[in-house]
């Protein structure tokens, strides 16, 4: 398997502007989540699936902030409109029910809005 | 408490010495303890984790330290290598590791040659 694949590696936009992110997890994972890597905050989970089925959103800072998994090997996330804040990097990780627990990230979309 | 502590922010070890990053957490129903590893560039990878049952657990240059009493737990790094610099991050989770990762803010490590 290739691994936890996100597109595209790098982002750049302009303020106001509709942003999506795009996630592949690993094959026969049933959990995926979306983080956010900043200096400041560090890893901040976002949000996080469970059989394609959202189970906990509260990280996700602002109704602009939205995701979706319509099947098992697909997920996204937009933000809409998008801010300088936003600036980050955003991580798909996923993983499977098993002793363990372990996680396997993606790596990474840097995003920049100017 | 969700919150997960971890020091230094950042580290500078000579190669072939000894780099130790600590953390620290509040909620005690934390019960599956994984250290990820960062590299420029790449996404966090498991690097080693273990469950309050041990005290230690060592993966060959890699051993965690747990102490359940003061809820803390470290990373040790023997004879560090110029390969090892990258970020670290000490991660905490509930029901044996299947419930989400609260991560500590990471150290970045640098071995000097």
């Known amino acids: 398997d290739a691994g936890v694949i996100q597109s595209p590696r790098h982002e750049v936009t302009e303020m106001g502007q509709e942003v999506t992110l795009r996630c592949k997890p690993i094959?026969?994972?049933?959990?995926l989540f979306w983080y956010r890597q900043t200096m400041m905050r560090g890893l901040e989970l976002l949000i996080y699936?469970?059989?394609?089925?959202?189970?906990?959103d509260s990280g996700m800072p602002e109704d602009r902030f939205s995701a979706k998994m319509p099947n098992a090997s697909f997920s996204t996330l937009k933000i809409q409109p998008s801010e300088p804040r936003d600036s980050a990097v955003y991580f798909c990780?996923?993983?499977?029910?098993?002793?363990?627990?372990?996680?396997?990230f993606g790596q990474g979309t840097r995003l920049t809005v100017v | 408490q969700q919150q997960v502590k971890q020091s230094p922010q950042s580290l500078i070890v000579q190669k072939g010495g000894i780099s130790i990053i600590n953390c620290a957490y509040e909620?005690?129903?934390?019960?599956?303890f994984p250290w990820y590893q960062q590299f420029p560039g790449k996404g966090p990878a498991l690097l080693i984790a273990?469950?309050?049952?041990?005290s230690e657990k060592k993966e060959g240059r890699f051993t965690i330290s747990f102490n359940k009493s003061a809820k803390q737990f470290s990373l040790h790094i023997m004879d560090s290598q110029p390969g090892d610099s990258a970020t670290y991050f000490c991660?905490?989770?509930?029901?044996?590791?299947?419930?989400?990762?609260?991560f500590g803010k990471g150290t970045m490590l640098l071995v000097s040659p």
């Open positions: 990780a996923s993983s499977f029910f098993s002793e363990g627990g372990e996680a396997f």
């Open positions: 094959s026969g994972h049933d959990y």
């Open positions: 699936f469970n059989n394609n089925v959202p189970i906990d």
């Open positions: 909620n005690t129903a934390f019960d599956y």
């Open positions: 273990i469950r309050p049952d041990v």
């Open positions: 991660a905490a989770s509930m029901n044996s590791g299947y419930s989400t990762l609260t």
